[in-house]
């Protein structure tokens, strides 16, 4: 398979094409082919402009005259390795051509070339399997200086409290003002430079550098991945000012393994390991809150064997990602009352807030664990929640070790496993009893209720549906059951992650289904027409979903749950609330090329999904649903 492609672009003069043509189909790419390593060969042709939706395009975008601007013709060489193309390197192939491929190759005009190799790859199975953000390499992010580096603050934030790894690149505006190749030549170098780029950001990650010679590029971007890849997960920065990129190179060496990927998955103590069995064999009401586990899918089934052996009842507490099946019968919903009251022991999993204590919390005496790869979040500046016996490392790891712990005590715990299995399979059923009720007066509603919404999107989702929340879709109208199913709102609550991230789940997964559910705040926060324009020109289909109530619901409910009293509540009158008058938002999607529906009556909500789903699926291209909500 290959990992590494040559591409030269150039032109060619009118006259002798032909001749042109004929040696490197009979004599060059022959040879090229008998090169080892070399596993494929292209050659095409462009038009000489392609006509989009959007305007022409070419394939040469510079102004610089500095830079060969070859773009009629392309030539692809596909190779086991990048390092196949320089074995010979390509001057030293150039010196041992013969005179006939010298002349020939010497015919083309404004010669440019680049090769590309592949750090990871996924796809089939794989993809299916692990789904977004689970293929446990790192997203790489271009930023422009320091204005594209506070444009992508909130972003960087998210991914630094979920444990994105992400590798975030930004220029550097040039320091020589004259006498240096990249030199300042334009106004904006002035006052775009600043005393220390990384400062803005800096507390949310977990390294940053500055390139300062090309000679150790292969070092440093090596660690920048190792970095973002080790645990606890998270956004890497790295600076590259443009006199180290404007440096014409000769050659460039570097190591086909990344030498300080250690990739290193680490398990609980022994000591904490038995001292949380104890408190589990012991528990009379033990409970489980969990919220960004299922980002490794491993660590869903080796909760599910933990909760199932031991009849530990599974609440899903402000949850990023799936974390436990909704059918299994342990599965208490997504809210900790009133359970968390009740319990004699807490289990908190990969939960960085399992409740907020000025609402709700277990008592005093109640000893609490905590299961994650930095059971402290010590990047968090205080977070106070009881830690009598912490489980640091892998929960995969911690889960399996803790069950396996617990094996010679369940003979003696027969009695009150079934008890509590019996007690939470009918609390399991009432609450599916309650949901249904809900669902139905919901869907006599009108202005559409946003549950009506989220039950009729979970109805035609399968296994091979991806959901992607940023407020008002409700987790518990999906019945997620399998991993990688869901993607919740980030807690840093950055808005506008939604739409950028389904369009990142699908080119992570493209086989399955992507339906975003956004808030419209959360929408208009996306920078949606650049969403759209990015999906349309990367053919993503994917289905958004806004939720139009014209107002922000958080702040709203915020005013409401600090001055109940006040004159927002009794007047009915929130300041800075309403988002209207709105746009038509269908017609931003449609304006992109994709498909758009609005939608204001309940009744019609069930086939307006499919019609946008049969776009989504069966014609290739974007949707978005502008539902008319409460």
Not at 247 to 266: E, K, L, M, P
Not at 281 to 287: F, G, I, M, N, V
Not at 417 to 430: D, F, S
Not at 460 to 472: G, K, N, P, R, W
Request: glycine letters at 8%; aromatic letters at 8%; proline letters at 7%.
């Amino acid at each position: 398979m290959d990992r590494g492609i040559w591409a030269i672009w150039y032109n060619l003069p009118e006259e002798n094409r032909e001749e042109y043509f004929d040696w490197l189909h009979e004599v060059h790419l022959p040879t090229a082919l008998e090169r080892p390593g070399i596993l494929w060969a292209a050659h095409y042709q462009s038009e000489e402009k392609i006509s989009r939706k959007f305007g022409e395009v070419r394939l040469s975008r510079t102004e610089d005259s500095g830079v060969p601007a070859g773009d009629r013709f392309i030539l692809l060489l596909g190779g086991e390795t990048a390092h196949t193309f320089f074995n010979p390197t390509p001057s030293e192939l150039k010196e041992k051509q013969t005179p006939e491929a010298n002349e020939m190759l010497g015919r083309r005009i404004g010669e440019r070339s680049n090769i590309f190799a592949e750090e990871s790859r996924m796809d089939g199975p794989e993809a299916a399997r692990r789904g977004p953000g689970m293929t446990g390499e790192p997203a790489a992010v271009f930023t422009h200086v320091t204005v594209g580096t506070a444009n992508s603050a909130a972003g960087i934030m998210n991914a630094s409290r979920m444990g994105i790894p992400m590798i975030v690149l930004a220029g550097r505006t040039p320091i020589f003002e004259k006498d240096a190749v990249g030199a300042r030549n334009r106004r904006i170098h002035w006052p775009q430079e600043s005393f220390d780029q990384a400062s803005m950001i800096r507390e949310y990650l977990k390294w940053d550098y500055e390139l300062r010679d090309f000679a150790q590029l292969n070092t440093v971007v090596d660690r920048a991945i190792a970095l973002a890849k080790s645990s606890p997960q998270g956004p890497v920065y790295l600076t590259l000012p443009r006199e180290q990129l404007a440096v014409r190179q000769d050659s460039i060496r570097y190591t086909a393994q990344n030498r300080f990927d250690t990739n290193i998955s680490v398990c609980a103590g022994p000591e904490n390991i038995l001292k949380a069995g104890e408190l589990i064999a012991s528990a009379k009401r033990p409970l489980v809150l969990a919220s960004h586990m299922g980002r490794n899918p491993k660590a869903v089934g080796e909760l599910v064997k933990l909760a199932e052996d031991w009849a530990l009842p599974v609440v899903e507490s402000f949850p990023f990602s799936m974390n436990f099946p909704a059918d299994n019968p342990l599965h208490l919903g997504f809210s900790v009352d009133p359970y968390l009251e009740k319990a004699d022991l807490v289990i908190a999993v990969e939960a960085d807030v399992p409740w907020i204590p000025s609402l709700t919390g277990p008592g005093e005496d109640v000893p609490v664990i905590q299961i994650a790869r930095d059971p402290l979040f010590s990047a968090y500046p205080i977070r106070g929640f009881p830690l009598d016996v912490a489980l640091a490392g892998d929960p995969v790891l911690s889960l399996a070790a803790l069950r396996k712990n617990l094996e010679e005590s369940k003979a003696t715990q027969t009695k009150n496993v079934l008890e509590r299995k019996a007690k939470y399979q009918k609390i399991h059923e009432e609450m599916a009893e309650q949901t249904r009720e809900l669902e139905k007066k919901a869907s006599e509603q009108n202005p559409i209720n946003m549950y009506w919404v989220s039950h009729c999107l979970g109805e035609v989702a399968d296994e091979d549906t991806i959901f992607l929340s940023e407020y008002d879709l409700k987790a518990e109208q999906l019945h997620l059951c399998h991993p990688g199913s869901y993607f919740g709102s980030p807690s840093v609550s950055g808005l506008g992650w939604g739409f950028g991230a389904a369009i990142g789940a699908k080119l992570g997964a493209p086989e399955k289904t992507v339906i975003c559910g956004l808030g419209d705040g959360a929408y208009l926060f996306s920078n949606p027409i650049a969403c759209h324009m990015a999906a349309a020109a990367h053919n993503v289909p994917i289905l958004v979903v806004v939720f139009n109530n014209g107002r922000w619901n958080s702040v709203g409910a915020a005013v409401g749950e600090l001055a109940p009293d006040g004159w927002a509540v009794s007047n009915n009158d929130y300041v800075l609330v309403d988002l209207k008058p709105a746009p038509n938002y269908e017609r931003i999607s449609e304006d992109c090329g994709g498909y758009g529906e609005r939608v204001e009556d309940p009744s019609e909500l069930p086939a307006a999904i499919q019609r946008a789903l049969h776009e989504v699926r069966v014609n290739g291209r974007q949707a978005l649903l502008n539902v008319i909500c409460a």
